[in-house]
């Protein structure tokens, strides 16, 4: 079954430091989104991105933050400069279109800034 | 906005027995997901209710959708050891276009 691949799996780096988080979406899907889970508390909408540009962010998706989709395979978040409350589990899903598709999750990438 | 939310938060059940888990949210919406995360790991899915009366089986688990009231329900028949982690709704609302919104998450146990 196709699957959704983020790496790294766990990443660890200090306050104020920049990050990236790569996702590989599954191939013949078109829209990609990030989601994050602070440890013990539910999942959180960051941002969808379809058609090389960002379709929705949340209010958790400021300044810092930025998505790309560098070369047709990867998707990546950046954290420009972290802060200890960015540390969390950041997932990456994709979906083949909207409507009635279903997201496909990747294993996530566990961030820890200290 | 859209809110979702579950109750219970927190099931501690015995293996054997049956439970509900609910979700309600609040807006209007067609599509409603249930996920299962084991500790540490990633979101797998379990069900997506399209419509209103969707109800959807598989092995112990059974989902339902009411969307006029707003509700779905996970129901565990029998529940065994393996069926303990966390289960997620999300709702995928109408004016929010395809992001989801999850509920906080009901942890289950299933005691031997």
């Known amino acids: 079954e196709p699957e959704v691949t983020q790496t790294p799996s766990h990443q660890v780096t200090q306050m104020g430091q920049e990050v990236i988080l790569r996702c590989v979406p599954i191939?013949?899907?078109?829209?990609f989104y990030w989601y994050r889970q602070i440890l013990g508390q539910k999942v959180e909408f960051l941002v969808s991105?379809?058609?090389?540009?960002?379709?929705?962010k949340s209010e958790i998706f400021d300044d810092q933050f930025s998505v790309e989709r560098p070369d047709g395979s990867n998707f990546t978040l950046k954290i420009r400069s972290t802060k200890l409350e960015d540390s969390a589990m950041y997932f990456c899903?994709?979906?083949?279109?909207?409507?009635?598709?279903?997201?496909?999750f990747g294993s996530g990438t566990r961030l820890t800034v200290v | 906005e859209l809110k979702v939310e579950q109750n219970p938060l927190f099931l501690s059940m015995q293996e054997g027995k049956n439970y509900t888990i609910y979700c309600n949210y609040s807006?209007?919406?067609?599509?409603l997901y249930w996920y299962r995360q084991d500790p540490g790991k990633s979101l797998e899915s379990l069900f997506v209710?399209?419509?209103?009366?969707a109800v959807k089986q598989e092995g112990r688990l059974m989902a339902s959708l009411d969307t006029k009231a707003r509700l779905s329900t996970l129901h565990i028949t029998a529940a065994v050891h393996d069926l303990s982690a966390t289960y997620f709704c999300?709702?995928?609302?109408?004016?929010?276009?395809?992001?989801?919104?999850f509920g906080e998450g009901t942890q289950l146990t299933v005691n031997p």
């Open positions: 899903a994709s979906s083949e279109g909207r409507g009635n598709y279903g997201y496909t």
């Open positions: 191939s013949n899907h078109l829209y």
């Open positions: 991105f379809y058609n090389n540009e960002i379709s929705e």
């Open positions: 807006t209007t919406s067609d599509r």
């Open positions: 209710l399209l419509s209103n009366g």
């Open positions: 999300a709702v995928e609302g109408e004016t929010s276009g395809s992001r989801l919104t």
